[in-house]
């Protein structure tokens, strides 16, 4: 399994899945949530109301599939990463799952490539550091796709990501 890291927009990667840092209610919202809603087009949207009228919201940790719209990518992984609340709510273990989820979802569904933003690290408050670090070691511990790739938006993911692969 090859591992990858880019500074950059996620909506622009031409990969298999992309995964949605999302909010419980599947509906967009801000950060790269809103990005992918904005970038992806309605069909996304709409995709995710019929799951959420099947099964109701997403849980913290847990992943759903859909189209990707007018985005490069074949599909869209929405997970929904844990808020951060000192580390007294197992957040740690609900953001492992955000990452193990989404690399089973990719891999029911015959995706090889994958591209992660920095989950919960935005408006979740999830210390980077940790959850880079999390991130990392939750897919090297599961190679079941052949590509995987960070993408990080702003600069201080990016370092403390090129930090931790440089030390492999």
Do not use: W
Not at 119 to 131: H, V
């Amino acid at each position: 399994m090859k591992i990858n890291l880019i500074k950059g927009d996620i909506t622009k990667m031409k990969v298999d899945a992309i995964v949605n840092a999302a909010n419980s209610s599947l509906l967009g919202g801000s950060g790269v949530d809103g990005a992918i809603h904005r970038a992806g087009g309605s069909s996304i949207l709409e995709e995710c109301q019929q799951i959420r009228n099947k099964q109701g919201k997403c849980k913290t940790g847990e992943a759903v599939i859909t189209n990707a719209g007018n985005l490069p990518a074949k599909k869209v992984i929405h997970t929904v990463g844990p808020v951060y609340q000192k580390g007294e709510s197992n957040e740690k273990e609900l953001l492992v799952n955000c990452y193990k989820n989404s690399m089973l979802l990719a891999k029911e569904n015959g995706l090889h490539s994958i591209a992660f933003p920095c989950i919960s690290t935005g408006i979740y408050r999830f210390p980077k550091q940790i959850a880079a670090e999390i991130a990392l070691s939750v897919i090297k511990s599961n190679p079941i796709l052949d590509e995987v790739i960070f993408v990080c938006f702003d600069n201080e993911n990016y370092t403390i990501y090129k930090n931790l692969l440089s030390y492999e």
